[in-house]
């Protein structure tokens, strides 16, 4: 079947609130020799996406302005050195951008197979989390079966996948979470505790739950303010992770001693900036560590909400609400 001309996107113009989020038409990406063109049934919603939005996150040069991370459809064209997609093939994504709309062009080695009996929903909810938990808590924070780790934001995209994951490789975790119901699904997906943050101390907490030992890995997605109390949480030679600065990124008055007393690691990343060969290395990690578990159904991501790509605007909504658990998906087309 022959392309369409044109296609549908998401426009988010000169950047503001929910608002600005526009579907409009314009011209299908043309993809590079080594990659591939996805005729996209469902694209994943993340944080990242409305930073974008708000103009405080520009993409990288040569990557699509359009906003999203990470889609799941069929290869409609694939490049000469795009090995082994093929036309027909269904693949999830981690885009470098161009997700909010029903074509994208996508390094090769950045898609990643369905995994077994999957949709295109549940599938693009996979690659922006899976991706970003590997690298960092799994990556930078060496994470092993036997180790404690804190993970706030628990009832995020990034926090159920952390607390699947973790458990699934033998790891003791513990989330924190914003309310009785968010803790409460934290200890279903195998958190050993959930703290409410908003009524209890973390640090406190956690010092109650490991008996005073600590934990060997935070993953910290807040930043500032948190940082002290994440210090004196970690166990000797544990590893401070931060994946984003919500709460802010410049902290002030910190007791940096424990870094040195405890001999710790403070280190972060985020995804996006990362080469191609990077991301293709960690896609490899994925498919062999962990999409078996997927096949087998050991975990799955969690979703929260499913809107037409058109209602992008409620979508970045729900997301700033922070009233979601898991993952927020648009659905493409009739495909997903």
Same mark, same amino acid.
């Given at each position: 079947?022959?392309?369409?001309?044109?296609?549908?996107?998401? @426009?988010?113009?000169?950047?503001?609130?929910? =608002?600005?989020?526009?579907?409009?038409?314009?011209?299908?990406?043309?993809?590079?020799?080594?990659?591939?063109?996805?005729?996209?049934?469902?694209?994943?919603?993340?944080?990242? @996406?409305?930073?974008? !939005?708000?103009?405080?996150?520009?993409?990288?040069?040569?990557?699509?302005?359009?906003?999203?991370?990470?889609?799941?459809?069929?290869?409609?064209?694939?490049?000469?050195?795009?090995?082994?997609?093929?036309?027909? @093939?269904?693949?999830?994504?981690?885009?470098?951008?161009?997700?909010?709309? =029903?074509?994208?062009?996508?390094?090769?080695?950045?898609?990643?197979?369905?995994?077994?009996?999957?949709?295109?929903?549940?599938?693009?909810?996979?690659? =922006?989390?899976?991706?970003?938990?590997?690298?960092?808590?799994?990556?930078?924070?060496?994470?092993?079966?036997?180790?404690?780790?804190?993970?706030?934001?628990? &009832?995020?995209?990034?926090?159920?996948?952390?607390?699947?994951?973790?458990?699934?490789?033998?790891?003791?975790?513990?989330?924190?979470?914003?309310?009785?119901?968010?803790?409460? *699904?934290?200890?279903?997906?195998?958190?050993?505790?959930?703290?409410?943050?908003?009524?209890? @101390?973390?640090?406190?907490?956690?010092?109650?739950?490991?008996?005073?030992?600590?934990?060997?890995?935070?993953?910290?997605?807040?930043?500032?303010?948190?940082?002290?109390?994440?210090?004196?949480?970690?166990?000797?030679?544990?590893?401070?992770?931060?994946?984003?600065?919500?709460?802010?990124?410049?902290?002030? +008055?910190?007791?940096? !001693?424990?870094?040195?007393?405890?001999?710790?690691?403070?280190?972060? &990343?985020?995804?996006?900036?990362? &080469?191609?060969? +990077?991301? /293709? /290395?960690?896609?490899? $990690?994925?498919?062999?560590?962990?999409?078996?578990?997927?096949?087998?159904?050991?975990?799955?991501?969690?979703?929260?909400?499913?809107?037409?790509?058109?209602?992008?605007?409620?979508?970045?909504?729900?997301? =700033?609400?922070? *009233?979601?658990?898991?993952?927020?998906?648009?659905?493409?087309? $009739?495909?997903?």
């Amino acid at each position: 079947m022959a392309l369409p001309a044109d296609m549908l996107f998401i @426009d988010h113009g000169k950047g503001g609130g929910p =608002e600005v989020l526009v579907p409009t038409r314009g011209p299908l990406p043309i993809p590079r020799p080594d990659e591939v063109l996805i005729r996209v049934m469902a694209a994943g919603v993340n944080r990242p @996406d409305v930073i974008q !939005r708000e103009g405080r996150y520009p993409p990288p040069p040569g990557a699509s302005p359009i906003l999203g991370l990470e889609c799941a459809g069929e290869v409609v064209e694939a490049g000469p050195d795009a090995a082994p997609w093929k036309k027909g @093939d269904l693949v999830c994504a981690l885009t470098n951008g161009g997700a909010y709309a =029903e074509y994208v062009a996508v390094p090769a080695t950045q898609c990643l197979r369905w995994p077994r009996g999957y949709d295109a929903v549940r599938a693009a909810a996979l690659p =922006e989390t899976f991706f970003t938990v590997w690298a960092n808590l799994f990556g930078l924070g060496r994470l092993k079966e036997g180790d404690w780790a804190l993970v706030h934001g628990g &009832s995020s995209g990034i926090g159920t996948t952390a607390i699947m994951l973790g458990h699934a490789f033998g790891a003791q975790i513990i989330a924190t979470a914003g309310s009785a119901e968010k803790c409460a *699904a934290c200890r279903r997906l195998g958190a050993v505790e959930a703290i409410n943050y908003r009524e209890q @101390d973390f640090a406190e907490e956690v010092k109650r739950i490991t008996g005073g030992r600590g934990v060997d890995v935070v993953l910290d997605m807040v930043g500032a303010p948190y940082l002290a109390r994440n210090l004196r949480v970690l166990a000797p030679g544990g590893r401070l992770v931060f994946i984003a600065f919500l709460g802010g990124e410049k902290a002030q +008055e910190v007791d940096l !001693r424990p870094i040195m007393l405890k001999r710790l690691t403070v280190t972060g &990343s985020t995804m996006r900036p990362r &080469s191609t060969a +990077e991301k /293709a /290395a960690i896609a490899a $990690q994925l498919l062999e560590k962990v999409w078996p578990l997927l096949d087998a159904g050991r975990c799955a991501p969690v979703i929260h909400a499913v809107l037409p790509l058109e209602r992008a605007a409620e979508a970045h909504r729900l997301m =700033e609400s922070s *009233a979601h658990i898991g993952k927020i998906v648009l659905r493409v087309g $009739q495909g997903a």
